[in-house]
């Protein structure tokens, strides 16, 4: 016959092994959660990381759309004041051959 001492170690022994086998699988769980977590992490650290990008490209393109419309605008204005000038030149010059011209006449 099996002394209750032995049946309680025996009971015990059952119960460490299945407390064993229970550390494993939370092991394996645990080991299977992280790195599940650590796939999330990677997938969401990509989509963030594309939509950065995205956002960048925008803003440059938006960035440089804005200093070619601003070129053009300073172009423009450079064109119109060079005819405004080339137009006062053109002026003055008439102007200046009518003086050299009536200096001569007067002088003779």
Do not use: C
């Amino acid at each position: 016959m099996v002394s209750k001492i032995e049946q309680a170690v025996e009971h015990l022994t059952k119960v460490e092994n299945k407390l064993d086998e229970l550390y494993e699988i939370a092991k394996f769980y645990r080991k299977e959660l992280i790195d599940l977590a650590s796939k999330e992490a990677e997938k969401l650290k990509a989509r963030i990381l594309e939509q950065a990008k995205a956002n960048e490209d925008r803003l440059y393109s938006e960035e440089v759309s804005m200093a070619e419309e601003a070129a053009k605008e300073i172009l423009a204005k450079g064109v119109w004041e060079a005819n405004a000038v080339r137009k006062k030149a053109d002026e003055m010059r008439a102007e200046a051959e009518k003086l050299v011209l009536d200096a001569i006449l007067r002088g003779k």
